[in-house]
């Protein structure tokens, strides 16, 4: 069977890079007349600490979901018109994180912080929808997926994005009262996005 999503896994490619790319306009540099001595510099740096660990964070989210859309798409071999906008709904959700995590940069250590860490794990639960949305359209049509998957193989792949949505809720819940906590989930989930992703290629197997 002749794989038919190569365009669209080459356009998401491209999405995905330049997302990632756009974070680190966040990250900016003193101005010359403020620095007299590294001492000064290393104060900036000092200060800076949110930005660093918001491009970290939105850095590794970013490409461990790359990660799993690609084993993902190993599985899916056919598309149709709602494969398509699905899959651009994620594209889409994706190209707009670099906006959060600049709110997150620059009024996390501050009084805003609880407002800023819940529009940025908000967009982490609505990511979660799109991928859980791709798969079920692609699964509930055996004909999209690679030829041989069994039933196992597709419920294990549907429950793996499932059990992370309850956790990106209770982040955002929790964004309100506990910034700091939410965010610390956050990096709990990077691992377990990570981990998944492994367990998505065995089931090419």
Same mark, same amino acid.
């Given at each position: ?15 995905? $890079?330049? $997302? ?15 620095? =007299?001595?590294?001492?000064?510099? %290393? ?11 918001? +491009?970290? %964070?939105? +850095? ?13 798409? =190993? ?16 594209? !889409?959700?994706?190209? @707009? ?5 600049? %709110? ?14 819940? %529009? ?17 359209? $692609? ?8 030829? @041989? ?14 059990? @992370? ?8 819940? /929790?964004?309100?009262?506990?910034? $700091? ?6 990096? @709990?989930? /990077?691992? !377990? ?5 492994? =367990? ?6």
């Amino acid at each position: 069977m002749e794989k038919e999503t190569v365009r669209i896994e080459n356009f998401s490619d491209a999405v995905f $890079a330049i $997302a990632i790319t756009l974070l680190v306009l966040d990250l900016h540099v003193p101005e010359a007349e403020v620095v =007299k001595s590294g001492s000064d510099v %290393l104060n900036y740096l000092q200060n800076e600490w949110p930005s660093f660990l918001a +491009f970290t %964070l939105s +850095f590794f989210s970013i490409f461990i979901m790359w990660v799993n859309h690609h084993k993902i798409f =190993k599985q899916i071999y056919s598309r149709n018109t709602a494969i398509m906008f699905s899959n651009g709904l994620i594209l !889409f959700l994706v190209s @707009g994180v670099s906006y959060p995590t600049a %709110l997150l940069a620059r009024f996390f250590n501050g009084e805003a912080s609880s407002i800023v860490v819940a %529009l940025y794990t908000g967009i982490f639960v609505l990511i979660n929808l799109s991928y859980n949305l791709l798969w079920f359209i $692609a699964s509930h049509n055996r004909k999209l997926l690679r030829p @041989g998957i069994t039933n196992l193989a597709i419920k294990k792949i549907r429950n793996n994005y499932l059990y @992370g949505f309850p956790t990106y809720l209770i982040a955002f819940g /929790l964004s309100f009262q506990f910034p $700091a906590i939410a965010l610390l989930i956050s990096m @709990g989930l /990077l691992a !377990f996005w990570a981990i998944s992703s492994g =367990k998505i290629n065995l089931e090419q197997h």
